[in-house]
């Protein structure tokens, strides 16, 4: 059973990783569209939501509370790069739009673990249980 277990949270984690590579690619892909005239900023709130869940679903996945990191490094990388270009000078995202994407899409992985790491450093101590008085037996 501890196998099984082991093998599932490995198969989350692989997924997690593709998952975060196909979401940013998407997402770069679709950035220089237009729709009527008007630039695809549906994509914003859609990167914000898509790295939440990517966040949630690694964490979940994989039992780790660093699992967030298997969707968010190869999501950053591809989207660094895609807003970045190339030598030949081709960039998917290099628009206002890629940069609100890549910010907002950043803040669905960082935030929730910043959150997550402030209430473990500020929380208050816990409390201690108050002594229990016992009647005196004469």
Same mark, same amino acid.
């Given at each position: !059973? $501890?196998?099984?277990?082991? %093998?599932?949270? /490995?198969? /989350?984690?692989?997924?997690?990783?593709?998952?975060?590579? %196909?979401?940013?690619?998407?997402?770069?892909?679709?950035?220089?569209?237009? @729709?009527?005239?008007?630039? %695809?900023?549906w994509l914003v709130p859609t990167a914000l939501l898509v790295s939440l869940f990517l966040g949630w679903f690694a964490r979940t996945a994989t039992g780790l509370a660093w699992g967030w990191w298997l969707a968010a490094v190869?999501?950053?990388?591809? !989207? @660094?790069?895609?807003?970045?270009?190339?030598?030949?000078?081709? +960039? @998917?995202?290099?628009?206002?739009?890629? =940069?609100?994407? =890549?910010?907002?899409?950043? @803040?669905?992985?960082?935030? #929730?673990?910043?959150?997550?790491?402030? $209430?473990?450093?500020?929380? #208050?101590? #816990?409390?201690?249980?108050?002594? +229990?008085?016992? #009647?005196? +037996?004469?």
């Open positions: !059973m $501890k196998l099984l277990d082991l %093998a599932l949270r /490995g198969f /989350g984690g692989v997924l997690a990783v593709f998952l975060g590579v %196909a979401s940013a690619v998407l997402e770069a892909v679709y950035t220089p569209y237009r @729709i009527g005239g008007w630039p %695809a900023v190869p999501w950053f990388l591809v !989207m @660094i790069f895609a807003v970045g270009g190339t030598q030949e000078g081709d +960039q @998917i995202a290099a628009t206002w739009l890629g =940069l609100l994407v =890549l910010a907002t899409g950043g @803040i669905g992985f960082v935030g #929730p673990a910043a959150y997550r790491a402030g $209430k473990r450093t500020t929380a #208050p101590p #816990p409390r201690t249980a108050a002594p +229990q008085l016992t #009647p005196h +037996q004469s």
